[in-house]
Nanobody
Framework: QVRVEESGGGLVHPGGSLRLSCAAS????????MGWYRQAPGHERELVAV???????TYADSVKDRFTISRGDDKSTVTLQMNNLKPEDTAVYYC???????????????WGKGTLVTVSS
């Protein structure tokens, strides 16, 4: 069993930056990928950025060149650095982890409770 817990989030002005962190506990050695997904009101949960245990990364087109995902040396923590934030980035951000080789939303087995990011002037 794996547990994930997010920290960070909050209110930021457009153009500002935020950092989200996620810590996994339990059977972390079984995890193939960890990452961030977000859900805005009235929208489905979508992939933001994911990193695999081999270090491969995947980003949504909408966040490329603005967001960076990285992980700790112990591979149980993942950080999402978000720069040049836009109002359309406003959403609840969820950390997810999976043992599956797939990183699609449906493949995520373990979810955190989510943290709200609001981008507004």
């Amino acid at each position: 069993q794996v547990r994930v817990e997010e920290s960070g989030g909050g209110l930021v002005h457009p153009g500002g930056s935020l950092r989200l962190s996620c810590a996994a506990s339990g059977s972390v050695s079984s995890i193939n990928a960890m990452g961030w997904y977000r859900q805005a009101p009235g929208h489905e949960r979508e992939l933001v950025a994911v990193i695999t245990k081999r270090g491969g990364t995947t980003y949504a087109d909408s966040v490329k060149d603005r967001f960076t995902i990285s992980r700790g040396d112990d591979k149980s923590t993942v950080t999402l650095q978000m720069n040049n934030l836009k109002p359309e980035d406003t959403a609840v951000y969820y950390c997810g982890a999976t043992r599956s080789p797939s990183i699609s939303r449906s493949a995520i087995e373990y979810w955190g409770k989510g943290t709200l990011v609001t981008v507004s002037s």
